[in-house]
């Protein structure tokens, strides 16, 4: 488990919004998607308006997590955001 030790939990949050549900369905349709995708967007957007999420998390490889077909709104705020994250990520 990856922890902050100055504000705690916070990667661990923004992570929960880029990993997608275990027991989604696999046939899951496009408009599903994309609202999913919309809705975890949105809750990224809301971290970091309330600096709960910042540039300094990209250690923790969140773009990466959202290299996921289903993350295609995400994977671009955060690289939107922090172009030099693309550089970064990790494997």
Request: proline share 2%; hydrophobic share 40%.
């Amino acid at each position: 488990m990856i922890v902050d030790i100055v504000h705690p939990g916070r990667a661990n949050v923004a992570k929960s919004e880029l990993q997608e549900d275990e027991d989604e369905d696999e046939d899951e349709d496009e408009d599903e998607t994309v609202a999913v995708d919309l809705s975890r967007l949105a809750a990224l957007m809301k971290l970091r308006e309330s600096d709960f999420l910042l540039k300094e998390d990209r250690q923790y490889d969140l773009l990466c997590h959202a290299c996921e077909l289903e993350c295609i709104l995400r994977f671009d705020y955060l690289a939107d955001w922090d172009p030099a994250a693309l550089q970064e990520c990790q494997t």
